[in-house]
């Protein structure tokens, strides 16, 4: 996946943009730390969602999705979610590059560094059918199902990865050793079916952990 020289990611970085490219969900991940907080990186799955190519997605924010019809106060959902730094699960009409609307159940979760400093947020986005209205049911009844198969100790550390914590702080929190903690991330990412913390983070706030 390319990126364009000025948005280098770091270590991290690198590590969130192999888990989003590995990805069948449209996602991106922004860096708050730069002007306007725009998106540095952009997997397949977007571009072929949105219709745009990834040289018009990198370096502008993700307002670009909205329009006429784009309510408001679902906008102000997110950008509050941004604010105060805590994970966010918007229903919102959103356009296509050829202008046509679609609904999108977009997430859009911080992620700090081990200093616990805002360092990027990941965005993914799933198309709805432009009628429907109110929760996308059968993927959280899936989202649901799928934590509950999880121990208390495996929910915990999920909820923690869903708030943007890196193996570290968990460990902190939690008095365990990060090899503790990389043993249960390995498990739960297996008990959830999927290889990569962006899915991960989309399941735990579907289940409305
Ligand atoms: C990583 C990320 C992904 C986003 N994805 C979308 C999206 O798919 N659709 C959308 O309408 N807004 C999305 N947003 C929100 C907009 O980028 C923007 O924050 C919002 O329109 C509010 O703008 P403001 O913060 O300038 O008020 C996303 C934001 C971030 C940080």
Same mark, same amino acid.
């Given at each position: ?35 306007? *907080? $725009? ?21 502008? *924010? ?41 609904? *999108? ?12 400093? !805002?360092?990027?947020? !990941? ?11 109110? $929760? ?21 550390? !999920? ?51």
């Amino acid at each position: 996946m390319e990126q364009l020289v000025e948005y280098k990611l770091d270590a991290h970085g690198e590590n969130l943009l192999e888990s989003i490219r590995r990805s069948p969900i449209a996602s991106v991940i922004s860096n708050p730390r730069l002007a306007d *907080n $725009p998106i540095i990186a952009a997997n397949e799955a977007f571009c072929a969602l949105t219709g745009y190519p990834r040289d018009e997605i990198i370096g502008r *924010n993700c307002k670009f999705l909205a329009g006429p019809g784009t309510e408001p106060w679902l906008t102000e959902r997110i950008s509050a979610g941004v604010r105060e730094r805590r994970p966010v699960l918007v229903e919102i009409m959103n356009y296509k590059r050829d202008r046509s609307p679609f609904r *999108n159940a977009v997430l859009v979760a911080p992620v700090f560094d081990t200093d616990g400093e !805002l360092e990027y947020f !990941l965005g993914s986005q799933v198309e709805l059918p432009v009628q429907s209205s109110g $929760p996308s049911s059968a993927r959280q009844a899936r989202a649901t199902a799928l934590v509950k198969s999880l121990s208390a100790r495996q929910r915990e550390i !999920l909820e923690l990865i869903a708030r943007g914590q890196r193996n570290k702080q968990i460990a902190w929190q939690l008095g365990l050793s990060e090899k503790t903690v990389d043993m249960h991330r390995t498990l739960l990412f297996q008990k959830l079916d999927t290889h990569n913390v962006a899915d991960a983070i989309r399941i735990a706030v579907e289940a409305g952990l």
